[in-house]
């Protein structure tokens, strides 16, 4: 027989690659559940001076097993904020890094290290800063263009940065791998099996991620719908609220236009299905399961659509947060808190209580990793427990 001696190989490291925990994520990182109902478990306000009203909270939030970080305005400067998740109430964050822009997009993080961008387009002096999670020290740090998207989008393999140009990074050092300037990305884009999707307004492109060679591309303009003949009118990304594609069931690549959702064969390009759209998106589309993905568009309107033809399996009306979704239900807020909503149709069920005399208003979806569950709102940080896990 055959004898196969050597160490076993170590797990891949956790990674939280985007907003809502990278492309298609449903506000998970992988690997946690979300369990029928949450405990809170403590609350944390804001520090900040009396005459400051809203969140200081500037972007998305990325979470990690045992942290979140957070980008805010503390003490009048912008930065990146660590805090510790634990069941004890921590009574100020493990470090803070001070920027000097804001952080508009996701943080991204393996665990060790975190990955950020700093200001908005037009902004001058923008930078994309890799820190130690456990410190908050530099680690390395490079330009951004003034112009550029610049949001982030980290694999096992690289960091790829919409830079204007699309720009594929070693994390280790922040030096380039390989630039590609074909088109300017509206989004990092997205990873499967060594390849990487990404957008510009009007086209989708398929690159090899260790090398940025493209593999095929395809103009938006005059792509065929579900219904064959009909040509697709105004078929271009936003550029208000441009989101990452996502890769999808076997070989599929979903696009996000204003007036369609999009799902395009990976192997060439060709459109297997479109499903039309009411307004522009809200969110970053969810992979649910490789079964359905989940959309809220401008009008608060939430949309469960099959993988399969993109047809509409479940709607719900004015859902004014993006969800926190798995593979049996999305969470949503209700008049009286967060609801539990089955995705095979079931009845709602209650999942968390929101005491809004004493917490304020949520301003993001919750999030998930390892025992925790974490809300952002307009006075604090909320954590609670999760009590399926071990």
Not at 375 to 390: K, W
Request: proline residues 8%.
């Amino acid at each position: 027989g055959l004898l196969a001696v050597g160490k076993p190989r170590p797990p891949a490291a956790l990674i939280w690659g985007g907003e809502h925990g990278g492309p298609g994520g449903g506000g998970r990182l992988a690997t946690s559940t979300v369990p029928q109902q949450v405990e809170p478990l403590w609350f944390l306000p804001w520090q900040r001076d009396a005459n400051v009203t809203g969140s200081p909270v500037t972007g998305p939030v990325a979470l990690h097993v045992d942290a979140a970080f957070v980008p805010l305005k503390l003490d009048g400067r912008f930065g990146l904020a660590r805090w510790a998740l634990s069941t004890d109430a921590p009574s100020q964050p493990d470090w803070f890094a001070p920027t000097d822009l804001p952080i508009v997009h996701s943080p991204v993080t393996d665990g060790r290290t975190v990955f950020l961008s700093t200001g908005r387009p037009g902004d001058a002096d923008r930078r994309v800063l890799a820190l130690d999670a456990n410190t908050g020290d530099l680690l390395w740090e490079r330009p951004l263009r003034v112009a550029s998207v610049g949001s982030l989008h980290l694999t096992h393999h690289a960091l790829a940065v919409a830079d204007g140009a699309l720009l594929s990074l070693d994390p280790a050092s922040g030096k380039l791998r390989w630039q590609w300037d074909q088109s300017s990305p509206t989004s990092a884009g997205a990873v499967r099996h060594g390849r990487l999707a990404v957008t510009s307004h009007d086209a989708v492109y398929l690159l090899d991620e260790a090398s940025g060679a493209v593999l095929w591309s395809q103009r938006l303009e005059g792509m065929e719908g579900s219904e064959g003949s009909e040509r697709i009118s105004r078929a271009t990304l936003s550029a208000e609220q441009p989101h990452p594609p996502v890769f999808a069931g076997r070989g599929l690549i979903l696009i996000a236009t204003d007036t369609r959702i999009l799902a395009l064969s990976e192997l060439d390009g060709a459109t297997i299905w479109a499903s039309p759209l009411a307004s522009p998106l809200l969110d970053p589309m969810v992979l649910v399961d490789d079964r359905m993905i989940i959309v809220r568009d401008q009008d608060e309107q939430l949309s469960a659509l099959s993988l399969q033809d993109g047809r509409t399996l479940l709607q719900l009306p004015q859902v004014s947060l993006p969800v926190l979704a798995d593979e049996s239900a999305v969470h949503v807020m209700g008049r009286r808190g967060f609801q539990r909503v089955p995705l095979d149709g079931g009845r709602p069920s209650g999942w968390m209580r929101w005491e809004e005399d004493e917490w304020g208003q949520a301003v993001a979806s919750p999030l998930a990793a390892g025992r925790f569950v974490v809300f952002m709102t307009d006075r604090g940080l909320l954590a609670a427990e999760n009590r399926s896990e071990p």
